[in-house]
């Protein structure tokens, strides 16, 4: 019975990976569509360039510090 638990909580841990692993394609695709609309931006209206620079450095920060949650939280759940 032992045994089958301890299988059970190995997969189950494996399973937090891969969520965690499809979960992160989200943050991925929110950094790409920052980057890619702030270069369209500075292209468009190179003038306003530190501007949009500040504020795509804002976005990304905001997106990883949400992947970062992602990746933390489920250990702090668990233990």
Same mark, same amino acid.
């Given at each position: 019975?032992?045994? /089958?638990?301890?299988?059970?909580? @190995?997969? /189950?841990?494996? &399973? @937090?990976?891969?969520? *965690?692993?499809?979960?992160?394609? @989200?943050?991925?695709?929110?950094?790409?569509?920052?980057?890619?609309? @702030?270069?369209?931006?500075?292209?468009?209206?190179?003038?306003? *360039?530190?501007?949009?620079?500040?504020?795509? &450095?804002?976005?990304?920060?905001?997106?990883?510090?949400?992947? &970062?949650?992602? &990746?933390?939280?489920?250990?702090?759940?668990?233990?």
């Amino acid at each position: 019975m032992s045994a /089958l638990l301890a299988e059970v909580s @190995g997969s /189950l841990n494996s &399973l @937090g990976s891969i969520g *965690y692993g499809l979960a992160a394609i @989200g943050p991925g695709i929110g950094v790409g569509i920052i980057f890619g609309q @702030g270069v369209q931006a500075i292209a468009r209206n190179p003038e306003a *360039y530190n501007l949009i620079r500040q504020n795509m &450095l804002l976005g990304f920060v905001l997106t990883e510090a949400l992947a &970062l949650i992602g &990746l933390v939280a489920p250990f702090m759940f668990n233990a």
